[in-house]
């Protein structure tokens, strides 16, 4: 029987993955939303597409581990077969995604995002300056790189693991089955027997 992380159930650990990727993905899709709409004004076409769509990609990510949730919890090898395929998509997607944001944030739009963080940054203190408000928008802008690269790589190996596990349990399923199919097969009919002549 398979094992998640060395000692787990498989099937534990499906679950726990499912889930996981469920906060993660209605988390993140609702923290992309609300930058959209916040900063709405102040984000390039680029932006607020790259935005949107990893947005969407979470709220995807969180939609297909709630279908492998249940496909999980209730042992059904063919929900779980698909919930693995749509997995694999939803990575593609997820990695398309990120790419675009980051790109979109820190190399296309770069020195525009300065820009109007820096103009915003004047508006709220004005005693700083243009050239402190510069600055400090750098640093905002280098450590939100950091982040958005940090939760991009984090979320890519949990569902880099999640397919992983999926396909261990999806084999532990069929394997299971199989086996009961055999012991139907050869010992049910003598148990049958067996039960005739003790009542008989």
């Known amino acids: 029987m398979a094992v998640f992380c060395g000692c787990f159930p498989i099937r534990a650990g499906t679950i726990a993955l499912c889930a996981l990727q469920i906060l993660i993905g209605a988390t993140t899709a ?29 709220a995807l990510l969180a939609l297909v581990a709630l279908f ?3 496909g999980a919890v209730a042992r059904h090898w063919e929900v779980l077969r698909a919930f693995w395929f749509m997995q694999m998509v939803q990575t593609g997607i997820s990695v398309a995604a990120g790419a675009m944001l980051l790109i979109a944030l820190f190399a296309t739009d770069g020195r525009t995002s300065v820009g109007q963080c820096v103009g915003q940054h004047v508006l709220a203190f ?16 280098q450590a939100a790189k950091y982040v958005y690269g940090a939760h ?18 999806m084999d ?5 089955d199989w086996t009961r199919q055999i012991e ?3 010992f049910a009919p003598e148990e049958h027997k067996h039960k005739q002549t003790i009542t008989g």
């Open 30 to 58: 609702t923290f992309f939303w609300w930058d959209v709409l916040l900063y709405v004004e102040f984000l390039s076409v680029l932006q607020k597409s790259a935005l949107f769509l990893s947005a969407s990609a979470n």
């Open 68 to 70: 492998g949730l249940i």
């Open 126 to 141: 004005p005693t700083l300056g243009s050239a402190g408000s510069k600055a400090q928008c750098e640093q905002l802008l």
């Open 152 to 169: 991009l790589a984090i979320l890519l190996a949990i569902q880099a693991y999640a397919i992983i596990t999926i396909k261990s349990y």
């Open 172 to 176: 532990d399923l069929y394997d299971g």
């Open 184 to 186: 139907d097969m050869y």
